[in-house]
């Protein structure tokens, strides 16, 4: 942790129940997550930094439509979710536990252990079978992204993929395979994510569905320009279905154009501070999208994840507020969802 790091802050960051709702794994299988290397974020990292737990995503890049692509996308996501479940062992002297519960999330960080929740990125994964989403969610999976650069057979992303022959659009915001994937999301007990989405999709998905959407890694419109980003009556969206947004560090995403050097905390908690002003402290969290491109020059990995408690406390936001903050607004989504199953 940062030494200009007060005791007390520090004392707070390490008494709250921290989720960090968006994390890539390397694919193919890089470094072990128990070893203290070139991995944004690992077990050692979660240890040092105070974060108790992490959404850790399959991701699954865009390709051209065709069957044998969304197979072998699905095969991918499979494997990575196999993968992720594998880190809940003791290895390193840090125990790790994959939890698939706002309760088990919970208990994890009571009993001491690192918090594992497995998650898809990119609903091209599906394609157009949604028994897959099923499948998904037998593994663990707890949110589907539905899209991520580029439209897939589920809905139009809000960065079309001009090298795939993408359209600015072309459903017109979700298909009607993707209203029906929203519906089985909503059975099978998994959030539906809108990050990645077009405006239409995003819309659209907070019409369908029966349980609040979240945006797992975004920023704000009205703060830097960015397709990646939500204007203020998606905000506006996002609090009328009590949905949330997990503010992200991508360095682009918090001040335009912005190398992550270019970039801190403190403009992190800026968009933070905006989305709290305009949608109240009930609807926002916190994100990295480390491994997947996230990271500014105070917040490098996960080791460093005090320092945004530290800003947060800095300006003012007291022990209730970055608990909700740091992972207490996206598990009661968590227990919405979980409820509304079946």
């Known amino acids: 942790m940062n030494d200009a790091i007060s005791p007390d802050s520090a ?23 128990f070893e203290d290397g070139p991995r944004k974020v690992d077990m050692l990292k979660m240890v040092r930094g105070g974060l108790s737990a992490g959404c850790f995503v399959a991701y699954v890049p865009q390709a051209s439509r065709t069957v044998a692509n969304e197979d072998a996308a699905y095969a991918r996501a499979i494997a990575m979710l196999d993968h992720i479940n594998a880190m809940g062992r003791t290895e390193a002297g840090v125990t790790a536990r994959v939890t698939q519960t706002a309760n088990e999330i ?9 918090a ?12 157009t079978d949604l028994s897959r989403i099923a499948q ?11 899209t991520h650069n580029g439209h897939n057979a589920l809905a139009d992303s809000c960065n079309p993929r001009r090298d795939l022959g993408d359209r600015e659009a072309e459903h017109g915001g979700l298909s ?3 209203r029906a994937a929203v519906a089985e999301l909503n059975r099978v007990g998994m959030i539906v994510d809108v990050a990645h989405t077009s405006r239409d999709t995003m819309q659209q998905a907070a019409e369908v569905s029966r349980t609040p959407i979240v945006s797992t890694h975004s920023c704000i419109t009205a703060l830097c320009d960015h397709p990646r980003n939500m204007a203020d009556w ?9 949905g949330v947004i997990q503010i992200t560090a991508v360095s682009a995403f918090l001040r335009p154009h912005a190398k992550p050097e270019e970039a801190g905390v403190a403009d992190f908690a800026d968009h933070v501070d905006y989305a709290v002003k305009r949608i109240g402290i009930d609807h926002v969290g ?3 999208d480390f491994d997947g491109g996230g990271w500014i020059r105070d917040w490098r990995d996960a080791g ?15 022990r209730g507020a970055l608990a909700k903050l740091w992972g207490g607004n996206f598990l009661r989504v968590m227990r919405v969802v979980e409820e509304a199953a079946g």
């Open 11 to 33: 004392a707070l960051h390490q008494s709250l129940v921290t989720l960090d709702t968006h994390i890539d794994i390397p694919w193919p299988p890089g470094p072990s997550p």
């Open 106 to 114: 919970e208990a994890a960080k009571r009993d001491g252990v690192r």
């Open 116 to 127: 594992i929740v497995p998650c898809v990125e990119n609903g091209f994964a599906v394609g």
């Open 136 to 146: 998904f969610r037998a593994r663990g999976a707890r949110y589907l992204t539905l």
């Open 176 to 178: 009607p395979v993707g």
């Open 234 to 242: 998606q905000l506006d969206i996002i609090k009328a279905v009590k």
């Open 286 to 288: 916190i994100s990295s």
């Open 304 to 318: 460093d994840s005090a320092n945004v408690t530290a800003e947060m406390v800095r300006r003012g936001y007291d």
